[in-house]
């Protein structure tokens, strides 16, 4: 079953009033590995298509926080692989496609859509009593179909879907949402170091506060 975080109704109005806040380990973030820090500040978020809130995230937030990430600080996505089936796995391959062809923002939204429809970007659920969305996708050839629509023709698809490349790639995301213990999704990891306590989070100000922090801290 799908996991999903509940990303508050308080990040939709950023208040000033958190800018400067002091970041508690353990409270505002967690470490999740000892690694030194990385020579490239990143951002990572774990999410998934098929979650409702990672939509709205996308959607209604990203383009905010990665507007206020230091220019240093690179963002980055995969993900999870929370259904553990050959769908899902077709549904991951597609986001490491995507990372090659381009287009993220078009192709994402689409895909997006595609399984819950496009109210889902605005936080709606369709896990809802009432609310079902019949997902399109159910097969690779749905996802070409999707692809399709952005000039990305099935042999070029499948070309990237089925590389060695595409394959490390998926295996490394499986890895590291084990090795961080992602159980929730969206989850923001930084530096491949910390894990960002999203429920303590009360406005998206102090979100790319704490983003900004932990990535540059050395």
């Known amino acids: 079953m799908i996991k999903y ?16 806040t002091p970041f508690i380990a353990g409270k505002h973030y967690t470490q ?22 990672c939509f709205n995230m996308e959607t209604q937030y990203l383009p905010e926080i990665k ?25 991951m391959r597609s986001l490491a496609v995507i990372h090659q062809v381009g287009q993220a923002d078009k192709l994402n939204h689409a895909m997006f859509s595609a399984i819950q429809g496009d109210a889902g970007a605005n936080g709606h659920d369709h896990n809802a009593q009432g609310h079902q969305h019949q997902s ?16 990305i023709d099935a042999a070029t698809y499948d070309n990237i879907a089925d590389s060695s ?34 429920n303590e989070m009360n406005s998206l100000d102090q979100l790319i506060e704490l983003m900004n922090f932990l990535a540059l801290s050395k």
Request: net charge neutral; charged share 20%; aromatic share 12%.
């Open 67 to 91: 507007a206020g990430l230091d220019k240093q600080i690179s963002f980055d996505t995969k993900h999870v692989d929370f259904m553990n089936s050959d769908l899902g796995t077709e549904v």
């Open 32 to 53: 999740i590995s000892n690694n030194m820090v990385t020579s490239s500040p990143k951002i990572t978020e774990f999410f998934s298509f098929y979650c409702h809130n």
């Open 165 to 198: 490349n595409t394959e490390k790639q998926l295996a490394l995301w499986r890895q590291q949402q084990a090795l961080y213990k992602v159980n929730s999704v969206p989850t923001f990891i930084v530096n491949d170091k910390y894990a960002i306590n999203m």
């Open 136 to 151: 399109q996708i159910n097969s690779r050839e749905d996802i070409r179909k999707v692809f399709s629509q952005f000039g």
């Open 5 to 20: 975080f509940a990303i508050t109704l308080m990040l939709i109005t950023a208040s000033f009033s958190t800018l400067a």
